[in-house]
């Protein structure tokens, strides 16, 4: 019982949370920065602040990080960190050769106020930027928003490398939002099917799911290139896959080349991946791939044989806005309740979405954006459920209730696969469907009397 002093009554807490369901921006900037090929995040900020975020992203990752740091300490936090911004520039590119600097600031540089365009624009001028090398910068105060911001942030500071020329290329930019690199893979897949070629940007597959070759490579062969981030100027349009992680960046590209956007949920679950499917089939004036079509008939086969065992089963779902939305929608689909849903991520357009969505059902949601896990636990109290979904940090609530528990999202730092089986998509929706159907028949295996354990199910 380690959240044994977890009370039932819920009271309105303003000022405190506790148990976070998000964790802070520059974890996401770094991930998303890992996403273009050749490139180095710099955590403008403490060394504390670097390792927290190289850490964690290394725990859910199972890969090492690279990422340099401004090393603020007392004197900079006095007088601000342009000087070591300026000759860390200088030492990451003499020592590293990276193609691409992404700076992202932290909760101590923002407060100081240090401005990157105008420390970019002076490492310009004194030559610490050498030609065909690039340095980007993003705002990721922590005190404000969640990972997710930090993510969506750096994403929109890559649209800066955007150019229009007057030739089209024919592609269109996907931006995927913060999934796991086998989930990019698996988009692309799905994309060629429909005989789409693509931009992804960022792309963590080849970068965070790489193989062991034998040989270290300080920046693996993944990612998105730089010629491919220039060319997203010149693509017929831009599909935004989560309003929170993907939206700011493709309205920012619209604006500034004119590549028109259309803003979708993620694909996870069967509905979201029909509307992904049927967005991509419209662009691509085609009919869908006959795989594509193999692949859902057999999601909608497993969902429909296997109904009987998800059929009004109550689910507390904590988690990401883009991930938690379509999640929500797939278990309503599967006849599932999702009773308690909390995000972390700040955004009152979150609980208007999961109002909406469950608004013909048969129950009724709690739903709290910039909640905490505190509260999702104390709703568990006085509603349980049967199936928990949420990162690693949900374990101890899944203890404490005796509930099943399904890992899912960022950071799952006490299991491995998450960045080789993809969730989204057809074949993702299958895997889904198939761990949750496993944590409820292994439940109903525990706990059934012998006279109803039965070998078949
Ligand atoms: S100080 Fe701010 S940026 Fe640094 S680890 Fe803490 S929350 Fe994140």
């Not at 509930?403 to 993702?428: A, M, S």
Request: proline share 5%.
């Amino acid at each position: 019982m380690l959240l044994r002093h977890t009370p039932e009554e819920v009271m309105e807490r303003k000022a405190v949370s506790i148990n976070p369901a998000k964790t802070c921006q520059p974890i996401g900037a770094m991930y998303a920065a890992l996403g273009i090929h050749g490139c180095l995040p710099h955590s403008h900020g403490s060394q504390g602040c670097c390792s927290y975020h190289r850490s964690t992203l290394t725990r859910h990752y199972k890969e090492p990080i690279s990422a340099s740091t401004s090393s603020f300490t007392e004197g900079a936090s006095v007088f601000g960190g342009q000087a070591n911004l300026l000759q860390g520039i200088n030492n990451i590119f003499t020592v590293y050769e990276p193609d691409v600097i992404a700076v992202h600031t932290t909760c101590l540089s923002e407060t100081i106020g240090d401005d990157l365009p105008q420390i970019r624009k002076k490492a310009e001028q004194e030559g610490k930027i050498p030609e065909g090398k690039y340095v980007i910068g993003a705002p990721t105060p922590s005190y404000q928003g969640s990972h997710v911001t930090g993510f969506s942030n750096m994403v929109k500071a890559m649209v800066d490398f955007s150019e229009k020329t007057d030739t089209k290329n024919g592609k269109i930019n996907i931006i995927p939002g913060w999934v796991e690199p086998c989930d990019m893979e698996e988009i692309k897949r799905m994309s060629k099917l429909t005989g789409i070629d693509t931009i992804m940007f960022p792309d963590t597959s080849g970068v965070l799911n790489a193989p062991m070759t034998g040989e270290y490579k300080m920046f693996p062969d993944g990612g998105t290139t730089i010629e491919e981030l220039k060319s997203t100027g010149d693509s017929t349009g831009t599909l935004a896959l989560g309003e929170w992680c993907s939206a700011d960046a493709a309205r920012t590209l619209d604006k500034k080349c004119k590549v028109p956007c259309t803003v979708l949920d993620m694909p996870f679950g069967l509905q979201a991946t029909d509307r992904f499917v049927d967005t991509l089939r419209t662009i691509a004036g085609v009919s869908v791939s006959d795989e594509l079509v193999y692949e859902r008939g057999q999601l909608v086969d497993m969902l429909t044989d296997m109904h009987q065992w998800t059929y009004k089963k109550k689910v507390a779902i904590a988690g990401d806005p883009d991930h938690v939305i379509a999640m929500v929608e797939f278990l309503i689909t599967l006849g599932m309740q999702p009773v308690h849903v909390v995000t972390g991520t700040p955004g009152k357009k979150f609980e208007k979405r999961i109002k909406e969505l469950t608004k013909d059902q048969d129950f009724e949601v709690n739903v709290k954006a910039k909640g905490d896990l505190f509260l999702l636990h104390q709703w568990m109290k006085n509603e349980p459920v049967d199936l928990l979904i949420c990162n690693t940090y949900g374990k101890y609530i899944a203890r404490d209730e005796d509930v099943p528990f399904l890992r899912w999202g960022f950071p799952i730092l006490d299991r491995q696969g998450h960045q080789y089986f993809p969730t989204v998509g057809y074949k993702g929706g299958l895997r889904l469907l198939e761990r949750i159907l496993g944590l409820l028949l292994d439940r109903k295996d525990r706990d059934d009397p012998e006279m109803k354990f039965e070998l078949v199910l």
